[in-house]
């Protein structure tokens, strides 16, 4: 499924963002335990869009908790271009990360929501849920701010053949497509990787951050 371009947000996208939310997050006993749930909350999806979010429950069910917990691990924890720390692409481990994480969570006290859990909160679940709830759209406006780092991971996904990736097409196929700019910042990061500045940083290797074809993509192309 390729993200498409959306001029407006989807009348499901709020609750497309919680199930996403919920995918994404590490394959435990409790993820488990809702599935059941998550697929009856699919029925209220449109169908283009529930399909591929029902083969990943699909796959969770048939590969079990022990094997989807490992591929998890393998795919986030393990793999840098797999980040789910939404700040991470646009700012790596630098002095201004920390602002923009600050500003993260300016966006939900204002809001009057609090992250469940010890994630730093660009933790992508944790703004998925916060998308699906957040009144006046300050949800879907972090993820379009956002969205270069989004694109790096949907993409990055596709190229480690991850389940996860149908979650981040079907999610980005609700937002506003690439803008030239943001088009311009995933064709640079995905060239160079984030800025690099803290002393200790591991060092960043001559791999590109993104699959090599994305740097010859045409700005505004899917």
Known sequence: MRARRSSSVPADQGLVCKVASLLLQYPDDRLYAVLDDVTAALEQVEPARREPL????????EQGPSATAEHHVDTFDMTRRCSPYLTYYRYGDTRQRGMA???FKHTYRQSGWEAAGEELPDYLPAVLEFAAVAPDGAGHRLLVAHRAGLELLRLALHEEGSPYAAVLDVVCAGMPGLSNRQTADVRRLA??????????????????FAPPEFLGMEAGQR
């Open 54 to 61: 029902l083969d990943v429950v699909r796959w969770l069910r």
């Open 191 to 208: 060239a160079d990787g984030p800025p690099k500045e803290d002393v200790g940083l591991d060092p960043v290797g001559s791999e590109p």
């Open 101 to 103: 994480l600050l500003a």
